[in-house]
């Protein structure tokens, strides 16, 4: 198992440019989600999914969109990319017991750069 | 909302020497999940924990499930060079919507 996978590494975008930041898991993992990860900031939740067609915000969704037509994929969108949206994003997964996460494994992160 | 709070938030050791580390909440978890990240990695679980009064370990690590289910704690012993990064505790969030609950992470950082 490749476990989570996260394209590109790196990434160095212009104000206003949009991109799609790719994570893909091969655990069969229903539960998907988005983190980004600022100095002093830990780690905050940007959106995530419980299953196939279904998404919802976390505490920082503003400037993101997300869709999961699959078990397998979660992509990131930032649709025009701020200097505020500079940060290490990371994808995660897991599986899902009654609704209940129990463990959650994380991706090796996209490092990104709005100039 | 639920918070997680971390100490200390760096420690700076001499190898070999013992690490202690916390997790408080101020509401009930159900699950403690320990986790570390190397620079540039992304988090990496070590040890989670599902019952109150748990003690689980792997390898120099243990963590435990504090009794009042409010609290954890990891404990790395002879720590190593390579023990150097951030641990962070984390947990369910509340509504069974399937969120994680991070705390702010402690660094640890070994003199060789």
């Known amino acids: 198992n490749a476990g989570v996978t996260q394209t590109p590494k790196f990434q160095v975008l212009k104000t206003g440019q949009s991109m799609t930041l790719q994570c893909a898991q091969d655990?069969?993992?229903?539960?998907m989600s988005w983190y980004r990860q600022d100095p002093g900031m830990g780690l905050r939740l940007i959106h995530y999914?419980?299953?196939?067609?279904?998404?919802d915000q976390g505490e920082v969704p503003n400037g993101y969109n997300v869709s999961r037509s699959t078990t397998e994929d979660f992509p990131l969108r930032l649709l025009s990319a701020a200097p505020s949206q500079t940060s290490v994003y990371f994808c995660?997964?897991?599986?899902?017991?009654?609704?209940?996460?129990?463990?959650?494994?994380f991706g090796p992160g996209t490092r990104l750069t709005v100039t | 909302g639920q918070q997680l709070n971390q100490s200390p938030q760096s420690m700076f050791i001499q190898e070999g020497e013992d690490v202690s580390m916390n997790c408080t909440s101020s509401?009930?978890?159900?699950?403690w999940l320990w986790y570390k990240q190397d620079p540039g990695e992304g988090p990496v679980l070590l040890i989670a924990?599902?019952?109150?009064?748990e003690l689980t370990s792997n390898g120099r690590l243990t963590a435990q499930f504090g009794i009042t289910r409010k609290d954890s704690f990891l404990n790395i012993s002879a720590s190593i060079p390579s023990d150097v990064g951030i641990y962070f505790c984390?947990?369910?969030?509340?509504?069974?919507?399937?969120?994680?609950?991070f705390g702010q992470g402690t660094t640890l950082q070994v003199k060789p």
């Open positions: 999914s419980v299953g196939a067609g279904i998404t």
């Open positions: 984390a947990g369910p969030g509340t509504g069974n919507t399937g969120k994680l609950i």
């Open positions: 924990l599902y019952k109150a009064g």
């Open positions: 655990m069969n993992h229903e539960y």
């Open positions: 995660a997964s897991s599986a899902l017991f009654d609704r209940l996460i129990y463990e959650q494994y």
């Open positions: 509401s009930i978890f159900n699950t």
